[in-house]
Every structure is written in C-alpha cells, then in structure tokens.
C-alpha cells in the first residue's frame, strides 16, 4: 500500500497534536526550554476571558497546538511522541522544570525510549532513532510503500497470533518489561492538576 503524503502549511506535519492544558503559557514556556521549541508570535490568540485560544509550537518539523482549557472541561491529558538528538539532556531539562521522570532511556528495538511526565498532568515519550537499526514495523526487504503484506515483521501492541505466530512472550526482555511497567505506573499516577 502506497502512503500519499498530503499538502500541510510549512511546520506542519501530516498529523500535528493539540493539547488542551491548564496554564497555557507556563506549558509553552517549559517546551520550549525542554525541547527547544519554537513559538509562533502571530498564532497566539487570547479569548475573551483572557485564556489562550490558540497558540503554536514548532518541535523539528512538526507544529503543537496548545490552547487553556476552560472551566468545567474535562480533563483531557495528551500523550505525544517527540524524537530528539539527545534524550537525556531532554529529561534533565524536564526534571529541572518539574517533570517527573517516568521511563529513563532504555534500548527499544534499536532505538532509545524515555517518558516523562510534565507538571500539567500530560506523559511525553522522548525517543532517540537509530536510522542504521533494524527497522521492526515494515515489511522485510522493501521500503514501506512497496505495499507487500507479506513478511511484515511483529511490532508491540500488533496481534502477533494472527499472522507471525509471534506473541508478546516471545519477545519480551528485561528492557521491555522496564518499559511496559513504567507506563502502567505512570498511567495510574495521572491526575486532573484541578482536583489535587
């Protein structure tokens, strides 16, 4: 199956997170001291109550859009993947700002995998890739728009009984058992910032 990328604005991807958050703008501020972001002056928008419509981060080539939730929203926490250079001087800079650090950087098909939590109530994966490691999600020996489902390889969180006869067990290590139950930790420790 072939993938068409469609037409998106400069610095934005084709799938870009919003983020409704309590605190707009102490969120942004910490991601762009954490990530480096980028803000975009002109797309920041106050409504009338003087919380933040609508404003917008660039991370790499992608675009965050992060607005105040109002009163009597639901909390809604967002969990986004970012790739970066160096994870760990990632999850400093996130600690040094009130993250809690929830996975630390563990080898992951290849790849580094890290997570934190930030002091709104939202959980960050923060990968590092390796373009020379094997790539664990495509099919074996072609590109992933030669479009063969044949020989695709098992990726976490697939039903690898279906096809592969590969099962979680079958896979599993010491380092994806870190990984799993840091996320089930963290997940059990996400709070509405409001109710505490």
Known sequence: MSTRIPAAPTGSATVDPFIWTDDAAALIDFLVAVFGAVEVPEARTADSDGLVLHSELLIGDSTLTIADRKPGWP???AFVRVYVDDPEAVLSRAEERGGRIVTTP???FGDVLSRFADPFGHLWWVYKHNPG???WDEPTGQSADEGSDEGTDWAPGE???ADSGQSWESVTSPELEYIHSSLI???TRL???RAE
């Open 106 to 108: 563990t080898d992951f």
């Open 191 to 193: 709070r509405d910032p």
């Open 185 to 187: 930790e963290a997940m």
């Open 159 to 161: 039903d690898a009984s």
């Open 133 to 135: 490691a094997a790539v």
């Open 75 to 77: 909390y809604t926490p």
